[in-house]
């Protein structure tokens, strides 16, 4: 589904227009940023699942292509824990 699809889904579940869907689902997907850009950035959704920042720390990988060493950067990334109900739905 794209966003597009989404927000179409969205303005017609909640009977608004897709102007009003498109400026909500914005808006949450910038709260969502902003809180994970946080020092402990969590974000819980009871039910569907829990966005969590972590550290990963730096390491060696190798050149696919050449096969030589590389050194790899530490790097936050974003996790996705799904909730229960999500988890059983699918």
Do not use: C, Y
Request: net charge positive; no cysteine; glycine share 8%.
């Amino acid at each position: 589904m794209t966003k597009a699809e989404l927000i179409e889904k969205m303005a017609k579940d909640a009977k608004v227009s897709k102007v009003a869907a498109g400026a909500v689902l914005d808006s949450f997907m910038a709260n969502v940023t902003k809180a994970l850009k946080k020092k402990d950035g969590k974000v819980t959704l009871v039910g569907f699942g829990t966005f969590q920042k972590t550290r990963q720390k730096a390491r060696k990988g190798r050149n696919p292509q050449t096969g030589a060493p590389i050194k790899i950067k530490a790097r936050n990334v974003v996790k996705f824990k799904a909730g229960k109900k999500l988890k059983e739905s699918v």
